[in-house]
């Protein structure tokens, strides 16, 4: 079946349908990454955006039950240039005895998709011009009809994405039992319980906190500091998530008064989140960085790190106050913020994603500095 994507700049591509036999638009941007598109596809922070995967062959692999990232498919519609009908993977989950492929996988989760066009001319757009927001349809449109439909959607800035994914209320998080990934009685000898707000949270950022030996609570993005502290956690976690940070008042002003009263760690958006609760602003990039071929410079060390990250939105260095906040990595494709401590409370954050899935694991130590910080704030309270 015949499927077109317009940009809101009036450029168009047309192509073949998969998956949902459905309309939709949204912010069209584009990931690097060669593997890991089912990460990718249940990524909360990929709500309200149009994913256009750089690599040209996707689907490889198939669909199985232990690399969803949440409880859905989040992304608008999946953009691919070959979509592979027959997949192959000893982990694929098979039904009738095949494994199950891509485009049943996102029929199943009522999300379109379109192939065979030429992505590196829309990847080179995005690039040269800035993301777009864009409308894939396989219906009996006019070009003109559909480029008119991409320039009525809404600025990504405009809809609080982080309400849309966030958990609806507060739970003691555990990995579910069917899961290959799944660790019996973790909880029974849990050193410290970490207070995780959940902007969007993956579910490996859990697994890593988990893996830690914490005791993980969940709480909903809305959550209040009152709230969070009443449930007496030795650390706070400020996951990942959707959309644009400066309309999210509520949850930095939560996180002002979280501020020196427990270790705080952030990623991506909670590192945005925490910059601006700093006295920082954020600003829209060009384009964003979504890959998991990043190259981040360690400051401290001079160590470079290859990361995975997934993000359009970056903290001003200028806004923040020197004699507060150090900047402890950069992105060395643009020199952007990539993580920052603040100098004097036990409180840090990266842009990246230190948890992978998919991507490298150059990053993983962050987990255990966080694990000592709130450690160590533990050992003080009790002999305060």
């Known amino acids: ?135 894939l349809t396989s219906g009996t449109y006019t070009i003109e009809d559909v480029i008119n439909k991409a320039k009525a959607q809404p600025s990504i800035s405009e809809t609080d994405f982080v309400k849309k994914v966030t958990c609806d209320s507060t739970s003691n998080w555990e990995e579910s039992e069917n899961s290959l990934r799944f660790r019996a009685g973790e909880d029974k000898d849990a050193a410290f319980t970490i207070a995780a707000l959940d902007f969007g949270v993956k579910h490996n950022i859990l697994r890593k906190l988990k893996s830690q030996g914490a005791k993980v609570l969940r709480f909903p993005a809305t959550a209040s500091a009152e709230e969070i502290l009443a449930a007496e956690p030795d650390g706070i976690f400020l996951s990942n998530g959707p959309g644009d940070p400066e309309i999210l008042d509520y949850a930095v002003n939560t996180v002002k008064k979280l501020m020196g009263k427990k270790p705080i760690f952030g ?45 359009g939105f970056a903290l001003d260095a200028q806004s923040l106050n020197p004699q507060d906040v150090e900047i402890t990595h950069i992105n060395l494709n643009d020199n952007t913020v990539s993580g920052l401590r603040h100098r004097s409370l036990p409180i840090f954050s990266v842009q990246y994603h230190p948890e992978a899935s998919p991507g490298p694991r150059d990053a993983h130590y962050l987990f255990e500095e966080f694990t000592e910080s709130v450690l160590a704030a533990k050992k003080a309270g009790q002999h305060a």
């Not at 999300?111 to 066009?117: A, D, L, S």
């Not at 006295?279 to 990361?307: C, M, Q, W």
């Open 267 to 311: 990623i991506c958006l909670g590192h945005q989140i925490l910059g601006r609760a700093l006295g920082g602003r954020t600003y829209k990039l060009k384009f964003g960085h979504r890959g998991a071929n990043h190259p981040v410079k360690d400051l401290r060390s001079g160590k470079v790190e290859i990361t995975s990250q997934n993000h």
């Open 1 to 135: 079946m015949k499927a077109i994507l317009a940009l809101s700049d009036g450029n168009y591509f047309e192509g073949e349908a998969f998956g949902a036999s459905q309309s939709q638009g949204g912010e069209v941007c584009f990931n690097t990454s060669m593997t890991g598109y089912q990460e990718i596809l249940t990524d909360p922070s990929y709500a309200g955006q149009m994913v256009c995967m750089t690599y040209p062959e996707i689907g490889n692999y198939g669909i199985n039950t232990e690399d969803v990232e949440s409880n859905r498919v989040q992304v608008s519609a999946l953009i691919v240039k070959n979509l592979c009908p027959y997949p192959s993977s000893w982990r694929g989950t098979k039904k009738d005895s095949k494994t199950i492929t891509l485009n049943e996988y996102l029929i199943q989760s009522g999300v379109p998709g379109i192939q065979g066009i030429d992505t590196r001319r829309l990847v080179r757009i995005l690039r040269e011009t800035g993301v777009k927001n864009g409308y």
